[in-house]
T-cell receptor, first 108, second 110 residues
Framework: EAGVTQSPTHLIKTRGQQATLRCSPISGHTSVYWYQQALGLGLQFLLWYDEGEERNRGNFPPRFSGRQFPNYSSELNVNALELEDSALYLC???????FGPGTRLLVL | QKEVEQNSGPLSVPEGAIASLNCTYSDRGSQSFFWYRQYSGKSPELIMFIYSNGDKEDGRFTAQLNKASQYVSLLIRDSQPSDSATYLCAVIIGDDKIIFGKGTRLHILP
């Protein structure tokens, strides 16, 4: 059984650009949870999608958004990138039980 | 207000000894608690889950929960160099909120 997958593994953008990150949950899981792990700030909950709907979001500005597709995969979009958005973005199935390998976003 | 606190470390422990990692939390309504291991550059890996007061053992790992004192700890017996990692504590509050600590770096000395 494949685990949680994420793409790309690394992403380099400049300030003001948009970033799109992708995640596929474990087969049979309907929920996707997004987290940000920035240096010095720890792991923070971003967004929760289940059955195609946004169920909850953390304390992040609206430029962090996403969606979930009918096959339960998900996209996280970050608009108007800022330097402090540089972080490891993690996706998880089952709330916080199975994490994907992450996407490391660097904003220059 | 810091909701989940961990000593950042590094905590250095000789190989074969017991490593003791601590986590305190502020919300008395917290019900469930997780411990993760995260190697540098990798994603967190869930190693323990506890929700009842007392101890829970799984192999070399023991989680201890004391809700009255609002702390949860992780003991690693017979520490191995491969246990060197950052250990994250997470607390579930209510039905939909999870708060992570910033983690404790553990270094096992060969």
């Amino acid at each position: 059984e494949a685990g949680v997958t994420q793409s790309p593994t690394h992403l380099i953008k400049t300030r003001g650009q948009q970033a799109t990150l992708r995640c596929s949950p474990i087969s049979g899981h309907t929920s996707v949870y997004w987290y940000q792990q920035a240096l010095g700030l720890g792991l923070q909950f971003l967004l929760w999608y289940d059955e195609g709907e946004e169920r909850n979001r953390g304390n992040f500005p609206p430029r962090f958004s996403g969606r979930q597709f009918p096959n339960y995969s998900s996209e996280l979009n970050v608009n108007a990138l800022e330097l402090e958005d540089s972080a490891l973005y993690l996706c998880a199935s089952s709330w916080a039980q199975y994490f994907g390998p992450g996407t490391r976003l660097l904003v220059l | 207000q810091k909701e989940v606190e961990q000593n950042s470390g590094p905590l250095s422990v000789p190989e074969g000894a017991i490593a003791s990692l601590n986590c305190t939390y502020s919300d008395r309504g917290s019900q469930s608690f997780f411990w993760y291991r995260q190697y540098s550059g990798k994603s967190p890996e869930l190693i323990m889950f506890i929700y009842s007061n007392g101890d829970k053992e799984d192999g070399r790992f023991t989680a201890q929960l004391n809700k009255a004192s609002q702390y949860v700890s992780l003991l690693i017996r017979d520490s191995q160099p491969s246990d060197s990692a950052t250990y994250l504590c997470a607390v579930i509050i209510g039905d939909d909120k999870i708060i992570f600590g910033k983690g404790t770096r553990l270094h096992i000395l060969p």
